[in-house]
């Protein structure tokens, strides 16, 4: 028999499901096929492939699809073949490589090989943050992440700067002077290191009045889960912000806030149902407290359900018509509500809304980083050829976007050089731009500055995405298209 012949025959035994014979078929024909039949070669070589993996044979399923890919390196079939073995095998990071390959050959149509890119992508993505997480250095923030971060909190005790009657006590008598803290440790002190930037030593004043029973124990409590939270310990945290949420005598503010901040740590955890009910808790204990409706409308957004952000926004903005963060993340969710409706005129309303925002708060870095970050996923949209919206906003002449975008993004590392958020929006346009190196490298400045274990995790995601395509135009020569 000839090798197309042997081949025919190893088909019809594995149609049969008679896979031990199939496989001596191929065997033969690889056997007879002279070496310069590279395609018929590759074929019989990727037939045994794929019995052997009805066999589950990952070893040899691998072999076969590598002679297969050698001697025809666009081979999809073999290719995705060897990348499904592969992640059997737990070998993710050459997996990755082969489901990149085959998504750019495919130009990104088939679900099947999307899926499996997403998939292993999130994978390899939780690993690497839990190793990384694991043997991190807790670091503080910069600064200038610290106030906008308090800044995000308008209705609330232990942010604001120390009121008259929050003097020490001896210092009452002494009439019209100005009360002197210096001496004074625990929670005034850290207060007092709190307006002078100090954050390194807050810590430790606050375990210091916890300790000793001071009057401000839970305010101190607060604090100090506050800075644990800040520089990623949720573990010291919780203990804390527990204690205070359940003490019924201690001012509501500082109940609700703890809830918030709970809340906050839940969905990082990924425990969307705990943080749904902190934040329900803390609306109904406090139900003026725009802070409450501002991060549950973040929680929303980050499960989907956009048109509750919205509402939270609202009140949030009905409560504090000043809050520049709340009416950035309106602008956002609202884009988030007129692109899954494929509304085009509220896509461009929400634009306008965002040229507001920067235009009435120029000092809000998140302004700046959430609408250059809407304005690359809208170059995202416009390369995927099957978005319905894709012509219409070419027409709309996006073209100067990526340009315009990059220089809203430096305005936000400008205003704030610790914004991971604002590098990660970078590192996504370089992709768009075809500069991998230069996103990789975007990508890790942000995963140093990545606050919790999750975000972590999805950095990793994109700059291994960005990483497999660099190594695939390496190997097989192949881009995805760029702008």
Not at 182 to 205: C, F, H, V
Not at 438 to 451: G, S, T, V
Request: with cysteine.
């Amino acid at each position: 028999l000839s090798g197309k012949q042997n081949k025919n025959k190893g088909n019809k035994y594995f149609k049969a499901g008679k896979y031990e014979k199939a496989i001596q078929c191929y065997t033969e024909a690889i056997g007879l096929c002279p070496g310069d039949q590279k395609a018929d070669l590759s074929t019989f070589y990727q037939n045994r492939a794929a019995a052997f993996e009805q066999q589950l044979k990952w070893t040899e399923v691998v072999q076969d699809c590598s002679q297969a890919v050698e001697l025809n390196p666009r081979y999809i079939k073999a290719l995705f073949r060897r990348a499904k073995a592969l992640e059997k095998l737990d070998n993710k990071k050459e997996c990755l490589e082969d489901v990149t390959a085959v998504c750019i050959l495919e130009a990104f149509q088939n679900q099947q090989s999307m899926l499996l890119a997403d998939k292993v992508l999130k994978q390899l993505g939780k690993e690497k943050a839990k190793e990384k997480y694991k043997n991190r250095e807790p670091m503080m923030p910069s600064p200038q992440f610290i106030k906008s971060y308090f800044s995000s909190f308008t209705d609330d005790i232990i942010s604001q700067p120390l009121q008259k009657g929050e003097k020490k006590d001896e210092d009452k008598d002494k009439e019209g002077e100005a009360a002197e803290i210096t001496e004074s440790a625990g929670y005034l002190k850290a207060k007092q290191y709190m307006e002078e930037e100090n954050y390194d030593k807050i810590i430790s004043e606050c375990t210091k009045e916890i300790e000793s029973g001071g009057r401000y124990t839970a305010e101190a409590l607060l604090l100090r889960a506050t800075f644990y939270l800040l520089i990623g310990n949720a573990t010291a945290a919780q203990p804390d912000l527990d204690q205070v949420i359940n003490m019924k005598d201690a001012n509501v503010k500082l109940r609700a806030n703890a809830l918030i901040k709970r809340g906050s740590m839940y969905m990082q955890q990924q425990q969307p149902l705990h943080s749904t009910q902190d934040f329900n808790t803390a609306a109904e204990i406090d139900t003026q407290n725009p802070d409450v409706y501002h991060h549950r409308g973040q929680l929303k957004i980050l499960l989907d359900q956009v048109d509750e952000a919205v509402g939270d926004f609202d009140e949030c903005i009905r409560l504090r018509p000043d809050s520049a963060l709340a009416q950035a993340q309106k602008c956002f969710a609202l884009y988030r509500q007129a692109y899954t409706g494929n509304n085009l005129s509220q896509v461009e309303k929400a634009m306008d809304g965002f040229e507001d925002v920067i235009r009435r708060f120029p000092k809000c870095a998140e302004g700046y980083a959430l609408y250059a970050q809407v304005r690359a996923q809208l170059w995202v949209i416009l390369r995927s050829e099957s978005c319905i919206t894709a012509e219409v906003l070419l027409q709309l002449q996006w073209k100067q976007d990526l340009d315009l975008g990059l220089e809203l993004i430096s305005k936000a590392i400008e205003i704030d050089n610790k914004c991971d958020f604002a590098y990660e929006t970078m590192g996504t346009i370089e992709v768009q731009r075809g500069n991998l190196d230069k996103a990789i490298e975007m990508f890790n400045k942000a995963i140093n500055l990545a606050k919790s274990e999750m975000e972590m995790a999805h950095l990793y995601s994109l700059c291994d995405a960005a990483y497999a395509q660099t190594e695939v135009a390496k190997k097989y020569g192949l881009k995805p298209p760029t702008l």
